[in-house]
């Protein structure tokens, strides 16, 4: 059953005071004028019969406009006025009227009046009355000044609530935007549904115990930590990561973005900061979850050419201070995520404030086999599909790419109309994500239809006959995203490379310009994206790895991200020069090594390359057939 919020059935709203005042005003008017009595209306004519008749005792003639008959005794008792005697609604108000007219001219009124009442021998008690509606003029006075003041409070009631978008900020724009998640929330996430990860889970569950069992920990003398940094690539977990501990721990979990300490007033980033940390500590123990810290926790000092005023400086300040300094509660423990842990500043990376720095990283095998259960569960599934062939098909995916995988699989196979989601499917699924949208319908000449599939065939002739080069899975010439054509390759996950087998790889890539060169004794621009991965590959084995005999054992590789040595290189003019010969010769070695290569197997890459034109996709079975089974066998990877 699904926790209901409890409701306050003795709410009040202030509009009910507003609708108080306005009912009793016209409560007021009403009583206090003529409104109150039911009196029936008549004409002159009629009048002066009744005054003929004897029926008329008396009259009030009200502001030389209205006239108010009261009848005698005997005359209300008669058939014709039974039906005008008349009883007020405030029974102390006094004898109401039974007639009432207007006429037009005061003075021929009364003459005539006269005249009957003397022809009649008749005696009519005249009164002239003025009646002022006192409190009416007053409203109908006041009643701009009534309108403004209430236009007002309503105005300012909606610019100091926080839910009415920009101008709603005004009064509360120094308040904290975070969001409060407690046991009773609907936060159901736990661990049980954060699939691999098990490191950065261990390190997680301990921070929830910290705060469920404090006396555990603190009675040897230890101090609960204050603070634990998510670092990884996007994708990987993180922030699932904080959603599972708030479902885990029983205590409040205030959760924002850093962006949300960013404002454009001054000030307003350290006010919300120590909004958030009196919160935090009102409720304690609890924790208060930033994502995206990098918005805020940049270094300091750094890109600040502009001489701009340092609001998120302050505010990075105020995070400091309240985390590690005079007054802070140890029980509120601090939990952040970034991709971005290079630009951090080192004051908030140091012990006391993020006193760990928890590592989530690209799932490996196994723990993308757990994250395609994870999310495997709630699709259709057909027989055919294999869980570990689906791990072993997306290396380097991470848990948010998986979890695509599978929802573009489960639409796929609903676009072909099937009952359950197939093998199939989930490798179009892969290929669709990695190579982008197919496009059949795009206008290629045979000409080029021809050069892609020489360039293509290159490059699986190529990897086909290196060691080191990533096993091929299938080669097609169907354009797909920006491409005319592409090669799939199962890279095998390494923790270190080797300079053989980077060497092998920029052969491989190399291959597809190689094949044109040998085939038409042309190149074109179809190997842009090749020649940029080999030069980022070449120079980063001589700057960055140091695996140039040249260079030497000498790294320019700057782990604070690239601000260390501002604009000046790190090297003089002459290693510049030798550092652009070395890597343009070895991507030149691998040039002429994949034409050579290519030269030997030239007749079989031809016939790959038709085979490639007339089924417009292969495999590694059609490669088999060709070229004949790898003579390189594949090493087992023992684990540790």
């Known amino acids: 059953m699904k926790n209901k919020k409890p409701q306050n059935k003795n709410s009040f709203n202030q509009y009910w005071i507003y609708g108080g005042i306005i009912f009793m005003f016209l409560l007021m008017n009403f009583f206090s004028g003529s409104a109150g009595s039911d009196t029936s209306s008549t004409t002159p004519s009629k009048f002066f019969e009744y005054v003929k008749d004897g029926d008329v005792e008396k009259i009030d003639i009200i502001n030389k406009r209205q006239v108010k008959v009261f009848l005698t005794k005997d005359a209300q008792l008669k058939d014709i006025h039974r039906n005008t005697v008349s009883s007020t609604l405030l029974p102390l108000s006094g004898r109401s009227a039974n007639y009432k007219f ?180 009102e409720k304690s123990p609890s924790i208060v979850f930033i994502d995206e810290i990098d918005a805020i926790g940049r270094a300091r000092g750094k890109s600040n050419f502009t001489g701009s005023n340092d609001e998120r400086e302050n505010t990075l300040n105020q995070l400091l201070t309240e985390m590690d300094g005079f007054g802070t509660n140890t029980n509120v423990i601090v939990v952040a995520a970034t991709n971005r842990a290079d630009v951090l500043d080192k004051a908030l990376m140091r012990a006391g404030r993020f006193d760990r720095q928890i590592y989530v990283d690209l799932p490996d095998i196994r723990e993308r086999k757990k994250i395609f259960e994870v999310h495997l ?49 989930f490798l179009d699924a892969v290929d669709r994500i990695v190579g982008g949208l197919e496009k059949k319908n795009k206008i290629i000449t045979e000409d080029e239809k021809q050069a892609v599939a020489y360039h293509e065939a290159g490059h699986a002739t190529v990897s086909w006959m290196l060691e080191h080069a990533s096993p091929l899975v299938k080669v097609t010439i169907v354009p797909r995203g920006k491409s005319l054509g592409a090669a799939w390759y199962l890279p095998e996950e390494r923790l270190i490379v080797r300079p053989e087998q980077m060497l092998d790889e920029m052969c491989a890539a190399l291959g ?25 590959q070449a120079r980063a084995m001589v700057t960055v790895y ?37 890597i343009s010769l070895i991507i030149e070695n691998q040039y002429k090594r994949a034409l050579s290569i290519l030269k030997k197997n030239k007749k079989k890459l031809i016939q790959l390359a038709e085979l490639l034109l007339k089924k417009e996709v292969i495999f590694k079975d059609n490669l088999e057939e060709i070229f004949g089974k790898r003579p390189f066998k594949k090493k087992e990877n023992k684990t540790i």
């Open 102 to 281: 207007e006429f037009g001219d005061l003075q021929n009124f009364e003459n005539n009046l006269a005249t009957i009442s003397k022809e009649n021998n008749i005696i009519v008690e005249t009164n002239y009355v003025t009646e002022q509606n006192m409190l009416g003029d007053i409203i109908i006075s006041l009643l701009p000044f009534i309108l403004i003041i209430a236009i007002w409070i309503f105005i300012m009631r909606r610019m100091s609530s926080s839910a009415g978008g920009a101008g709603g900020q005004i009064f509360s724009i120094g308040k904290s935007k975070a969001k409060l998640f407690d046991a009773k929330s609907d936060m159901k996430i736990t661990f049980k549904d954060v699939a691999g990860l098990e490191g950065a889970k261990e390190e997680v569950q301990e921070i929830v115990d910290f705060l469920k069992n404090p006396k555990k920990y603190t009675a040897l003398g230890g101090k609960i930590p204050k603070g634990a940094l998510l670092i990884g690539a996007p994708g990987t977990g993180k922030t699932l990561l904080a959603k599972a501990v708030a479902g885990e721990a029983k205590v409040p979990f205030y959760s924002l973005s850093g962006s949300d300490f960013v404002e454009m007033f001054v000030g307003v980033g350290a006010s919300r900061v120590r909004d958030l940390f009196k919160q935090a500590k």
């Open 377 to 425: 569960r709630p699709l259709k599934k057909a027989s055919s599909v294999d869980v570990d062939f689906l791990s072993k098909q997306t290396p380097g995916f991470s848990g948010a790419d998986i979890a695509n995988v599978c929802n573009e699989a489960a639409l796929i196979a609903a676009r072909k109309n099937k009952k359950s989601v197939g093998k199939q499917d």
């Open 512 to 536: 597809g310009r190689a094949a044109e060169k040998v085939i038409f004794n042309k190149i074109s621009t179809g190997a842009l994206s090749d020649l940029e991965k080999v030069t980022k």
């Open 546 to 582: 140091g695996l140039n005999d040249k260079v030497g054992n000498l790294t320019y590789y700057d782990s604070s991200n690239g601000n260390e040595y501002g604009f000046t290189k790190p090297y003089s003019e002459q290693t510049a020069e030798t550092i652009d010969k070395e």
